[in-house]
């Protein structure tokens, strides 16, 4: 096995088992412990100092909102508005991308609450803040304008249920799939990861009908999310960014 897979393998179980240690206690505590835990453990571990990792709001120039998010990564050289500690208001240029992590990924019909539902809607509001940044590579041909969206479970449903649920969404809300999809899903009990197909971290495949690329190996779910979270910073820090923060402030009325 090589040196790489081999320690992802043992971040994967080292997560399984803090989990399994953390569900124990049944307190809603335990839901903000394992965001802490996972920050910690994996995103401090793993990725570079240029990324910062709070909870909070993204605002846009319209002074649209997206309510609370879990984890959002933002540049380190960007402004942030921290009301707390680690709790801030983030302007939609500096967000690199955000993480909704669910230590249970609960599903039920739409009419009803779940986990994957609140997920689903808040990457709806996510998606659609304006956003003057975007991350492309003309040589892959990919443009991505929204912000970045994953979904972190460190349990939940088989791969197969939770690719027909994430298409129901779409049809049952009459919204296209750009609304709301998440660009990488990552179920860590079940082992296995969605990866968007649209050239930007894997070659996209011939059939546009496959909207994920999909793997099911306990240590590679991992290896994805490394991958894939890598290469939006490499993205994101490939160009100078800087955007006129002054939109934020000027009448509404001016930027409509």
């Excluded at 124990?24 to 505590?29: F, L, N, T």
């Excluded at 835990?37 to 709070?54: C, D, G």
């Excluded at 999310?225 to 934020?248: A, C, G, Q």
Aim: charged share 25%.
């Amino acid at each position: 096995m090589r040196t790489l897979v081999k320690h992802f393998l043992n971040v994967y179980n080292n997560l399984q088992s803090q989990y399994e240690l953390s569900s124990v206690a049944k307190h809603p505590d335990v839901i903000g412990g394992l965001r802490e835990l996972f920050i910690s453990n994996f995103l401090r571990n793993h990725l570079p100092n240029a990324v910062s990792y709070s909870t909070g709001e993204i605002i846009d120039k319209k002074d649209k909102r997206s309510g609370q998010i879990d984890i959002i990564l933002h540049s380190s050289f960007l402004p942030t508005i921290k009301l707390g500690s680690d709790y801030g208001l983030f302007l939609s240029d500096t967000v690199i991308g955000v993480i909704e992590v669910k230590s249970d990924l609960t599903t039920a019909s739409w009419e009803n609450p779940s986990h994957l539902k609140s997920a689903l809607d808040s990457f709806t509001k996510i998606r659609s803040l304006h956003r003057t940044e975007k991350l492309e590579d003309s040589e892959k041909s990919f443009s991505i304008t929204h912000i970045p969206c994953v979904l972190f479970a460190f349990k939940g449903i088989k791969k197969e249920t939770l690719g027909e649920k994430l298409e129901s969404y779409g049809k049952y809300f009459k919204c296209s799939q750009d609304k709301y999809m998440p660009d990488i899903v990552v179920v860590l009990d079940k082992g296995y990861s969605f990866v968007r197909n649209n050239n930007f971290l894997y070659p996209k495949t011939v059939d546009d009908n496959n909207i994920f690329l999909a793997e099911n190996r306990k240590e590679i779910c991992l290896v994805d999310f490394f991958l894939y979270l890598s290469r939006l910073i490499e993205v994101w820090y490939s160009k100078p960014r800087f955007s006129d923060f002054n939109d934020f402030f000027t009448n509404l009325n001016d930027n409509m």
